[in-house]
């Protein structure tokens, strides 16, 4: 439906002439899937939908009302509504705020695209068929399967104080993966574990040549598991590919330092933190080689952007530098609630869920060892790749994750192949044991559109971006019952 | 008064119905919502507010064909039938273009249904004042959501199905200074002021033993008596790499070696779907029915897999009408002879775990799963609570859980609704008993 939100911001602001601001998010997506298993069709489907969220600001409490009815009466009624919500929600409001934390930004965002046209069903579906069938590169391998997804998503944002949003993001992810077995043992592999191939971007994102050499690897990868010998138990230096180091960083480093958390309003459903608000500015997150860094700048990176949704202005942060906790991530709103600063960070997974402090693109920069130094410099050690289990404690402190695949390091060098590879640790002792970090030519950009939190629920977009790195004195260990 | 979602699906698969061509058959799954959300912290509002919503998801069988979409719908009938209209044009050109599809599965079943719960709900202006003055004194955080929930399903078979019902969730936990909390969910139909200053209370008499300092676990093997709120978290792990047909047969299942005689549960584990816990439609999205009730585990033993109908075509086994994704739903785990009066007797020296958080499979073909405890998890000594424990992190089979390391079920079992609220409110649950385990490995 064609609207001219400027003018439906008007009739908001009529029908609620007592609201000290209102806001208007208007939201469009459109999302298309196709799966291939073992060489046939699987499934093609797609979704639209669009909506809008009005926010109201009364009485320093903002509440907010969203529907897909955008006719004149509908933004009228949803307008009410919200300014009820701020009615009955003013005197017990969790801090007096004001429209200082809705900023009146002019912002324009869409992502880079090398081809702005794309594939039709019958090309995606014939260059997914030929993607399983170069993964199942033996009879022991039992299910091959892949699958490309795209996502367009438009925001726009306006508001009674001038705010004049409007960003397109345009998304793409393939993924293969085989499952092999011989007699009891049975293996997946994947490219770089599951949906962590996600990125901003145009047809370019889904070129089945490139996945047809990934999906033979990782068949022949997930046959050579059947016979390898099970993850050793013990302590050793594990070293961490791109694929899931994007998990580490997400699991012990980003969820821990969104200020949301911190001041305990996820402690309900996903957590609070281990960190404080003391700590912020002093506190020695890890090693002095850790430098991570909020960067929404990275233009195929899947959670790059212009403005929050809340019309904050993204810039490029320092989180950790040099192993000190400088910042933590928290929007505006959070900022004024605790006092510190944060970053342009409160998003929402669509029209139908008010913003949050989530993570967005939160990457550790690269280092200056090499890939081959970091392998030659460990005597007893393991290198892991790509994520399949994941799991932390509530205050994002004692995790435990598995990974595909692994190779044990022996006396500097990559020896047998392990199966079932896990590891578990505590997040503040185990960033203290980083002990090198990869240059740029290990440094890896990946994203997922999956990471969950808030109540109401929301699922949303985050990259993550790493080198490969080493940790000492790690717990590791395999599988079994 | 709220908007007639009944009429206005039946109207467009009515419209939907009649646009389609000779040779075109559809499904039409119905989700719709008038929802009130209140979150809360430190016993305050963080944010509140509507949402109002619904949407159709349509499969198109077009000769060999198979094509979904999904369309977002404002609810205005003649806007909506335009969109609809694009988008089946939209989904023609498509599906001509896919390849043929080897396992379509077109539902032939034409029956009928129609669910319709009433509730008694706290009036909006309300809800904000009714939640928090009875814990104005507490640290008092989680979630109330509220309002109208409807399904309905449509194929071209003739099948049309209709649930609704008008239900509450607050999803809560109230915590001391010393960072330990206690976790409660109160749901239902109908809101009850004394219920709720009842769950309130219990809550403030848990906290008395959170203030006793904690008591540090050492990694090893523990006892521990799992009550029926901490195995919630473990259900999502039947569907999950679980009892799908499909899943079975592609070598994903983590049960495939229970499938295969491999492994084994104990004969006191017995596991249902059983719609009749009256909290979700029994329909799927394509308008087919499952039976009332279906058993997965009787005695240990494996009886069926959940199959849908794409499945059965697949691979031959019956198909008893599962969604596409072969979850299973309405889990029900069967009840025992242990009174939960006696639970922390029966425990002795152990763990009581009242609540788990973030399970994930750490072995799947073992059926191994990592975890960590959470909120009230106490220590427990010769049948008395002794301290609460510091939260620790697990790593234990299902196999070892619900197999030879299972010593008793408790008789009573509590029936949890869903309160999950991914892109939507939910409308499952689960009828679950606590379980009395030996040998339970604590990690870290």
């Not at chain 1, 997930?222 to 010998?229: D, G, K, N, P, Y």
């Not at chain 1, 005597?379 to 509530?394: A, K, P, T, V, Y």
């Not at chain 2, 329909?283 to 849908?308: D, H, R």
Request: aromatic share 10%; hydrophobic share 40%; charged share 25%.
């Amino acid at each position: 439906m064609k609207v001219n939100i400027h003018r439906l911001l008007k009739e908001a602001a009529d029908a609620v002439p007592q609201a000290e601001w209102i806001g208007l998010r208007r939201c469009t997506n459109h999302m298309s899937f196709f799966s291939v298993i073992d060489g046939a069709f699987d499934q093609a489907m797609s979704s639209r939908d669009e909506g809008i969220m009005l926010e109201v600001l009364y009485n320093g409490t903002f509440s907010y009302a969203a529907t897909a009815d955008v006719s004149r009466e509908g933004v009228r009624r949803a307008t009410e509504r919200a300014f009820c919500a701020a009615q009955s929600a003013a005197p017990y409001g969790i801090y007096r705020f004001d429209r200082s934390v809705r900023p009146a930004s002019q912002v324009r965002y869409t992502s880079k695209r090398q081809c702005l046209s794309g594939f039709s069903a019958d090309e995606i579906a014939q260059g997914l068929i030929a993607v399983t069938q170069a993964a199942r590169v033996s009879d022991h391998v039992i299910q091959t399967e892949a699958f490309y997804q795209t996502d367009t998503q438009e925001i726009e944002l306006v508001s009674t104080n001038g705010a004049d949003i409007r960003q397109i993001q345009y998304l793409g992810g393939a993924e293969v993966r085989a499952v092999a077995r011989k007699d009891d043992v049975i293996q997946q592999r994947s490219v770089n574990g599951y949906n962590a191939s996600c990125y901003q971007g145009g047809r370019e994102l889904f070129n089945p040549d490139t996945l047809i050499v990934k999906a033979r690897k990782a068949g022949e990868e997930a046959v050579e598991l059947l016979t390898a010998e099970p993850c050793p138990t013990g302590k050793r230096t594990l070293v961490l590919m791109p694929d899931q180091m994007i998990l580490q960083i997400h699991e012990s480093v980003g969820h821990a330092l969104e200020i949301d958390r911190i001041l305990g309003d996820e402690r309900n459903y996903a957590g609070g933190s281990f960190i404080t608000l003391q700590d912020v500015g002093s506190f020695r997150y890890g090693s002095p080689l850790m430098n991570i860094v909020f960067n929404p700048l990275i233009a195929h990176e899947l959670a790059s952007y212009g403005a929050d949704d809340i019309g904050n202005i993204a810039e490029k942060e320092y989180l950790i530098k040099d192993g000190i906790l400088v910042r933590a991530l928290g929007s505006l709103e959070s900022q004024k609630r605790s006092g510190l600063r944060g970053v342009a960070n409160q998003r929402a997974c669509s029209w139908n869920r008010p913003p949050i402090d989530r993570m967005a693109n939160i990457n550790l920069e690269a280092g200056t060892s090499s890939f081959d130094s970091i392998i030659s410099s460990i005597e007893n050690g393991i290198l892991m790749f790509s994520n399949r289990s994941w799991s932390i404690d509530d205050y994002r402190n004692k995790f435990q994750f598995g990974c595909e695949y692994a190779k044990l390091i022996e006396n500097g060098k990559l020896t047998k192949t392990v199966r079932d590879p896990n590891y578990r640790g505590i997040s503040r002792y185990f960033w203290n044991n980083l002990c090198a970090v990869g240059d740029e030519s290990t440094f890896e950009v990946f994203g997922t559109p999956n990471c969950g939190k808030g109540e109401p629920n929301q699922t949303i977009r985050v990259g993550h971006a790493s080198p490969v790195c080493a940790f000492s004195d790690v717990e590791v260990f395999g599988g079994g019952k | 008064m709220s908007f007639d979602f009944k009429h206005h699906f039946e109207s467009l698969a009515d419209f939907l119905f009649a646009e389609l061509l000779p040779n075109e058959q559809v499904s039409l799954n119905y989700s719709a919502e008038e929802s009130y959300f209140a979150r809360f912290n430190h016993a305050k509002v963080r944010q509140n507010g509507s949402v109002q919503q619904a949407d159709v998801s349509i499969t198109l069988w077009k000769n060999k064909k198979t094509y979904s979409f999904a369309q977002g719908l404002t609810c205005l009938f003649e806007e909506d039938c335009a969109v609809l209209a694009a988008a089946l044009e939209d989904a023609r050109k498509t599906a001509a273009l896919l390849p043929d599809d080897p396992y379509q599965s077109i539902p032939t079943g034409a029956e009928r249904s129609e669910t319709a719960y009433s509730g008694s709900l706290i009036p909006q202006a309300d809800v904000e004042k009714t939640i928090l003055e009875p814990v104005r004194d507490l640290d008092f955080t989680g979630i109330f959501a509220q309002g109208l929930l409807c399904r309905g399903a449509a194929n071209t078979a003739g099948a049309r199905h209709w649930f609704q019902t008008e239900t509450f969730s607050l999803d809560y936990s109230v915590w001391l200074e010393n960072g330990r909390a206690v976790k409660g969910v109160y749901a239902g139909r109908e809101w009850n002021g004394s219920e709720y200053e009842r769950k309130i209370a219990e809550a403030r008499k848990g906290l008395t033993v959170l203030a006793l300092p904690q008591k540090k676990i050492e990694p090893g093997k523990y006892r521990m008596f799992i009550s029926a709120d901490a195995l919630t978290e473990v259900v999502e792990f039947f569907s999950w790499n679980g009892f799908g047909e499909r899943c079975m047969q592609q070598g994903e299942s983590a049960y495939l070696a229970l499938k295969e005689g491999r492994e084994t549960f104990s004969n006191l584990f017995n596991l249902t779907q059983d719609f009749s816990i009256g909290v979700e439609p029994a329909f799927n999205g394509e308008g087919e029915a499952a039976p009332e009730k279906l058993v997965i585990i009787e005695k240990g033993k494996l009886v069926n897999t959940v199959v849908s109908s794409r499945s059965e075509k697949q691979y031959g086994t019956k198909a008893n009408g599962a969604p596409p994704y072969e979850g299973l739903r309405s889990a029900v785990i069967g009840e025992g002879t242990l009174a939960e009066a006696d639970a922390l007797k029966e425990l002795g020296t152990g763990i009581y775990i009242s609540n788990f958080h973030y399970l994930n499979w750490s072995d799947t073909s073992a059926a191994r799963i990592t975890g960590m405890t959470r909120f009230a998890c106490l220590w427990v000594e010769d049948g008395k609570v002794v301290a609460p424990i510091a939260d620790m992190r697990w790593d234990e089979s299902l196999y070892n859980i619900f197999g030879a390391n299972l010593v008793a079920v408790t008789k009573e079992r509590h029936l949890f609704a869903d309160t999950s609220t991914y892109d939507q409110r939910s409308a499952g649950g689960c009828l679950l008993p606590g379980i009395l385990v030996k040998d339970f490995n604590c990690t870290l």
